[in-house]
């Protein structure tokens, strides 16, 4: 399996989570989105634990199977179109997700969140799970 993880599915990997471990071990390709990456840093930033918590995301990304996933001219025309398509079912979600989303599309990866509200996106595939 391909998958895009979100900050949470992150959190529960560096909080020991043998479910969410063994999700990221068994997969094939495991991507971070840059803005998921962006979502860490500002966190740590604000934690008293930042440089623990930058080597621990700096092991993770060292996992032959773990790379980070950019953006490009082409995320953005997904980001659009979802972003129209949230806003005319009236189910808009926040702008970071919808980066996360259009990433997800875009290169065709299964979204691994426990945030409920991805549910809206059409077409967007997501590893079913706790949510929030």
């Given at each position: 399996?391909?998958?895009?993880i979100?900050?949470?599915c992150y959190s529960e990997?560096?909080?020991?989570?043998?479910?969410?471990?063994g999700r990221i071990e068994s997969?094939?390709?495991?991507?971070v989105p840059l803005i998921v990456?962006?979502?860490l840093y500002s966190g740590f930033e604000l934690g008293i634990q930042r440089e623990r918590n930058e080597r621990q995301l700096i092991?993770?990304?060292s996992r032959p199977n773990v790379d980070v996933l950019l953006p490009d001219n082409e995320t953005a025309r997904f980001y659009a179109?979802?972003?129209?398509?949230?806003?005319?079912?009236?189910?808009?979600i926040p702008t970071n997700d919808i980066w996360i989303a259009a990433l997800a599309l875009q290169h065709d990866l299964v979204l691994d969140t426990s945030d409920k509200h991805f549910i809206y996106v059409p077409n967007l595939s997501i590893l079913r799970r706790r949510t929030k």
């Amino acid at each position: 399996m391909r998958i895009l993880i979100d900050t949470n599915c992150y959190s529960e990997i560096d909080e020991g989570a043998t479910d969410a471990i063994g999700r990221i071990e068994s997969a094939r390709e495991v991507w971070v989105p840059l803005i998921v990456l962006a979502e860490l840093y500002s966190g740590f930033e604000l934690g008293i634990q930042r440089e623990r918590n930058e080597r621990q995301l700096i092991d993770f990304l060292s996992r032959p199977n773990v790379d980070v996933l950019l953006p490009d001219n082409e995320t953005a025309r997904f980001y659009a179109k979802v972003f129209q398509g949230l806003r005319r079912q009236g189910t808009p979600i926040p702008t970071n997700d919808i980066w996360i989303a259009a990433l997800a599309l875009q290169h065709d990866l299964v979204l691994d969140t426990s945030d409920k509200h991805f549910i809206y996106v059409p077409n967007l595939s997501i590893l079913r799970r706790r949510t929030k």
